[in-house]
């Protein structure tokens, strides 16, 4: 049914850029390695940057991306916690950046396994998370499944903070794939200014990033995850979990922050009603045993990389020196 539903859909792409917006890849800041498993039935290759620091403290810290990123745009929060002394591992999901892109089933569940065999396969039994945006979801879902392995838990403007089965029109799988199939640089650059208060060129590299399927031959594919991984956010929330935290949690949000999954399907007086990540954060908050919140004034949805210094800061002084040990 897969295959027939490819062929159905599959519309010609055309692609309008400058030759300066794509050149050659774009190096990530550390070392690539690979780790093989099997999720649904498919061998796999997830990759995976493992940063250990100079000076350890013994503790370690997993980084999960958002959806319209991957481990890259880490960069400035694995030096600032190495610096600190902890062994850092950032991810690639499996669906993005350089990890397969299997046409399956997206869940959570599957996703955070994923990750927990990774730390497996490092020896790692004890870590702290942080999860931004789609990582956010995650990092609580993986932090409900693996509470014992998690030490604290930081969620940076996470999705999910509102069910978007209640105010969000459901769409089918056909039109997702046929939106996603629509991608150019321009649009992706233009909902991530969305992110920003105030776009700086500095933040042009994490577009350059995000567009670089688009120049693969089997972007078609790509885009089909893209959809297949929207389908898992709109439908796999886990806020209503959240009482069930039981380590420390920090909930760092940008004041500006107005993420809505799906915005556009919403008239400008519904999108109002939503994504208002101050308050939804302290809701949140309200219901975990043991949280806190950081709002930082002025910053939308990215303040690791809008606020990089304030964020590490945040994030290392909450993290403390915790004793889990690495091996």
């Given at each position: 049914?897969?295959?027939?539903?490819?062929?159905?859909?599959?519309?010609?792409?055309?692609?309008?850029?400058?030759?300066?917006?794509?050149?050659?890849?774009?190096?990530?800041?550390?070392?690539?390695?690979?780790?093989?498993?099997?999720?649904?039935?498919?061998?796999?290759?997830?990759?995976?940057?493992?940063?250990?620091?100079?000076?350890?403290?013994?503790?370690?810290?997993?980084?999960?991306?958002?959806k319209n990123f991957n481990g890259f745009y880490w960069e400035k929060v694995i030096k600032a916690l190495t610096t600190a002394g902890y062994r850092v591992i950032a991810p690639d999901q499996i669906g993005w950046g350089k990890s397969a892109k299997p046409n399956m089933k997206y869940t959570f569940e599957i996703l955070a396994n994923n990750n927990k065999l990774l730390l497996d396969s490092l020896g790692i039994h004890q870590v702290n998370v942080i999860g931004h945006s789609?990582?956010?979801?995650?990092?609580?879902?993986?932090?409900?499944?693996?509470?014992?392995?998690?030490?604290?838990?930081?969620?940076?403007?996470?999705?999910?903070?509102?069910?978007?089965?209640?105010?969000?029109?459901?769409?089918?799988i056909e039109s997702l794939y046929k939106n996603e199939l629509k991608a150019t640089y321009v649009s992706y650059k233009k909902y991530q200014q969305s992110y920003y208060p105030l776009w700086k060129p500095d933040y042009e590299i994490y577009v350059k990033v995000q567009a670089e399927p688009l120049q693969q031959k089997d972007f078609a594919s790509v885009a089909y995850v893209n959809a297949l991984t929207w389908q898992m956010i709109y439908e796999q929330p886990v806020l209503y979990e959240f009482k069930n935290l039981s380590m420390p949690v920090l909930l760092i949000v940008g004041g500006k922050d107005r993420t809505i999954l799906g915005?556009?399907?919403?008239?400008?007086?519904?999108?109002?009603?939503?994504?208002?990540?101050?308050?939804?954060?302290?809701?949140?908050?309200?219901?975990?045993?043991?949280?806190?919140?950081?709002?930082?004034?002025?910053?939308?949805?990215?303040?690791?990389?809008?606020?990089?210094?304030?964020f590490n800061t945040d994030a290392i002084k909450f993290l403390g020196k915790a004793n889990n040990a690495t091996d």
């Amino acid at each position: 049914m897969k295959s027939l539903l490819f062929k159905s859909l599959f519309i010609p792409i055309v692609i309008f850029c400058s030759s300066k917006a794509f050149s050659e890849p774009i190096p990530y800041p550390y070392p690539v390695h690979y780790f093989s498993l099997n999720a649904d039935g498919t061998n796999l290759q997830m990759a995976y940057m493992d940063v250990k620091p100079e000076s350890a403290n013994g503790s370690s810290v997993i980084l999960f991306h958002g959806k319209n990123f991957n481990g890259f745009y880490w960069e400035k929060v694995i030096k600032a916690l190495t610096t600190a002394g902890y062994r850092v591992i950032a991810p690639d999901q499996i669906g993005w950046g350089k990890s397969a892109k299997p046409n399956m089933k997206y869940t959570f569940e599957i996703l955070a396994n994923n990750n927990k065999l990774l730390l497996d396969s490092l020896g790692i039994h004890q870590v702290n998370v942080i999860g931004h945006s789609m990582g956010g979801m995650l990092a609580a879902r993986f932090s409900l499944m693996y509470p014992r392995l998690v030490t604290k838990l930081i969620l940076e403007d996470p999705l999910g903070l509102e069910d978007y089965k209640k105010f969000i029109p459901m769409q089918t799988i056909e039109s997702l794939y046929k939106n996603e199939l629509k991608a150019t640089y321009v649009s992706y650059k233009k909902y991530q200014q969305s992110y920003y208060p105030l776009w700086k060129p500095d933040y042009e590299i994490y577009v350059k990033v995000q567009a670089e399927p688009l120049q693969q031959k089997d972007f078609a594919s790509v885009a089909y995850v893209n959809a297949l991984t929207w389908q898992m956010i709109y439908e796999q929330p886990v806020l209503y979990e959240f009482k069930n935290l039981s380590m420390p949690v920090l909930l760092i949000v940008g004041g500006k922050d107005r993420t809505i999954l799906g915005k556009k399907l919403l008239n400008k007086k519904e999108q109002a009603l939503h994504g208002n990540f101050p308050i939804l954060a302290k809701k949140a908050a309200a219901q975990i045993k043991n949280a806190q919140v950081i709002i930082i004034p002025g910053v939308g949805h990215i303040p690791h990389i809008q606020t990089t210094e304030i964020f590490n800061t945040d994030a290392i002084k909450f993290l403390g020196k915790a004793n889990n040990a690495t091996d």
